[in-house]
């Protein structure tokens, strides 16, 4: 996607999806897990609320949306990593504490979790 901004500067903007897998190829799991897992959260960080964040109807993406992207671009680097993380992405969240806690609940124990299974957030 190409945005318009001051002085007719063009700014070249990426999917979601691909900033997810390039970000991956460059970043530990648990970092990748934690990007993931705020691009599928239903926040967003805001200086337009005192606390400094916002609820948002949609997320920017999701796990499926990732997935399909990786399966359909299978030659990119980060690939793998990125294929990785989704097994963990907590989806749904409305704030980065709800979404860090629900991580460290579900997260396998050689990754600094509990192990305690899947959830779903707010539904």
């Given at each position: 996607?190409?945005?318009?901004?001051?002085?007719?500067?063009?700014?070249?903007?990426?999917?979601?999806?691909?900033?997810?897998v390039?970000?991956a190829a460059?970043h530990?799991?648990?970092?990748?897990?934690?990007?993931?897992?705020?691009?599928?959260?239903?926040?967003m960080l805001?200086?337009?609320?005192?606390?400094?964040?916002?609820?948002?109807?949609?997320?920017?993406?999701?796990?499926a949306?990732?997935?399909?992207?990786?399966?359909?671009?299978?030659?990119?680097?980060?690939?793998?990593?990125a294929n990785?993380?989704?097994?963990?992405?907590?989806?749904?969240?409305?704030s980065?504490?709800e979404?860090?806690?629900?991580?460290?609940?579900?997260?396998?124990?050689?990754?600094?979790?509990?192990?305690?299974?899947?959830?779903?957030?707010?539904?």
């Amino acid at each position: 996607c190409i945005y318009e901004i001051r002085n007719s500067v063009d700014l070249y903007v990426v999917c979601p999806e691909l900033a997810f897998v390039q970000y991956a190829a460059n970043h530990d799991l648990i970092d990748v897990i934690r990007t993931g897992s705020a691009l599928c959260s239903n926040f967003m960080l805001t200086d337009e609320c005192t606390s400094g964040i916002a609820q948002v109807s949609t997320s920017v993406t999701s796990v499926a949306k990732i997935k399909k992207f990786i399966s359909n671009n299978s030659y990119m680097s980060g690939n793998q990593q990125a294929n990785r993380a989704l097994r963990y992405i907590v989806q749904g969240a409305w704030s980065p504490r709800e979404s860090a806690l629900a991580l460290c609940l579900t997260l396998p124990r050689q990754y600094g979790g509990f192990a305690l299974g899947k959830i779903t957030m707010n539904k």
